[in-house]
């Protein structure tokens, strides 16, 4: 099943083996991708479908400080060379399109104010070029200011179609901008955006709907995390969340649903793949920690289209075929996840 093909979109995918979104850290200054990037990436082009690493869609919004952006016509000129370098090898990619909230620092961002959801700070430190310092305390968005973020995830959006992109993935996962609306310990707001399922999914309702109407639905996805507990979230009833979500997504049409379907930390735990299969009619995409066997049992039952592999095709750039061989697999070398240079980014050995 992992080797059959599947229509996501305006795309059919040779397999069902996807590149999830990893956050490298190897943009150059100013938030530019590069030539390394570009390798990369097109080493990993046998994947159904690739998605790049979180970009930034507004400046002043880095949550990694060598994360790349999309908002410069620099920036699209250079992501140009990754697009065509993964084309080049018969490859499809998609941009995932991103804004930090709250996870963002000033001290990354020339001091740049941090925004959220609501004025509820990160518990903890963050690594910035001035050393560890606590997190900020962001401040709670107007009503009157969400437009123009939303205009700013459609901007970015056609930007990544321009730069020669299949698409954008819409980042609405792990503790970013969108998962702060979601979600309701960090989401404390009394307005519309705040309060009710209804109310805290609004915001992503006008971003999947500015950015559809940008580039068509057929070249939007979105990935979601209701469990994953990453930079302080937690909701109450994530299974709830799951359900009205991915009930209510079937309207736009989406090219896939991308659901990571457990916690890194372990602190909420609860099967969100079942409610999302039986409410969510269009591509379901599963991810974290499914082995090759339990992806193929796991689409061949019907339980979900495809499975999207993170710190596996980080060390396997031919991990498709390595699946296909039933070849071992390169371990991933964890203290190079997020270091300049190409240790550990583009040197992992092929078959």
Same mark, same amino acid.
């Given at each position: 099943?992992?080797?059959? =093909?599947?229509?996501?979109? $305006? ?8 590149? *999830? ?28 479908? !690739? ?14 400080? %060598? ?38 620092? =000033? ?34 968005? /107007?009503?009157?200011?969400? =437009? ?25 996962? %792990? ?23 209804? %109310?805290?999914?609004?915001? !992503? ?22 469990? %994953? ?12 969340? /799951? ?31 079942? =409610? ?7 591509? !379901? ?12 049992? $796991? ?27 039933? *070849?071992? !697999? ?15 980014? /583009? ?5």
């Amino acid at each position: 099943m992992l080797f059959t =093909p599947l229509k996501v979109g $305006a795309l059919t995918l040779p397999n069902r083996i996807l590149l *999830a979104p990893l956050t490298r850290a190897r943009a150059d200054a100013g938030h530019m991708p590069n030539d390394l990037m570009a390798e990369y990436y097109s080493q990993r082009a046998t994947g159904g479908l !690739l998605i790049t690493e979180c970009t930034m869609v507004a400046p002043g919004t880095s949550a990694f400080v %060598n994360e790349p952006g999309i908002y410069s016509d620099a920036q699209i000129a250079a992501w140009k060379k990754v697009t065509d370098a993964v084309h080049a090898k018969g490859g499809r990619i998609y941009m995932q399109i991103w804004h930090a909230g709250r996870a963002a620092h =000033p001290d990354m961002n020339d001091g740049a104010p941090t925004v959220s959801s609501s004025a509820t700070a990160i518990e903890g430190d963050i690594d910035t070029p001035k050393g560890k310092v606590p997190n900020a305390v962001p401040r709670a968005l /107007t009503a009157e200011e969400i =437009p123009t973020i939303v205009a700013a995830y459609a901007q970015g959006a056609r930007n990544a179609i321009a730069a020669g992109f299949d698409g954008v993935e819409v980042h609405g996962a %792990n503790g970013y901008l969108i998962d702060q609306f979601l979600r309701d310990t960090p989401n404390q707001r009394t307005d519309v955006y705040g309060g009710s399922l209804e %109310n805290r999914a609004r915001f !992503l309702f006008e971003v999947l709907t500015a950015v559809i109407a940008a580039i068509g639905s057929e070249r939007v996805g979105l990935r979601l995390s209701p469990l %994953n507990s990453h930079n302080g979230m937690k909701d109450s009833d994530p299974l709830a969340l /799951t359900s009205f979500l991915c009930e209510k997504l079937n309207a736009f049409k989406l090219a896939y649903l991308h659901l990571m379907r457990a916690d890194f930390f372990g602190v909420q735990k609860a099967d969100v793949m079942t =409610p999302a299969r039986e409410k969510y009619k269009g591509v !379901l995409i599963g991810n974290m920690g499914y082995t090759a066997d339990e992806a193929e049992a $796991a689409i061949a039952a019907g339980k979900l289209d495809a499975v999207a592999f993170g710190t596996a095709f980080l060390a396997n750039p031919d991990l498709p075929a390595r699946i296909q061989a039933k *070849a071992a !697999l390169n371990t991933p070398d964890a203290a190079t996840f997020y270091t300049p240079g190409a240790k550990g980014y /583009t040197d992992y050995p092929t078959l």
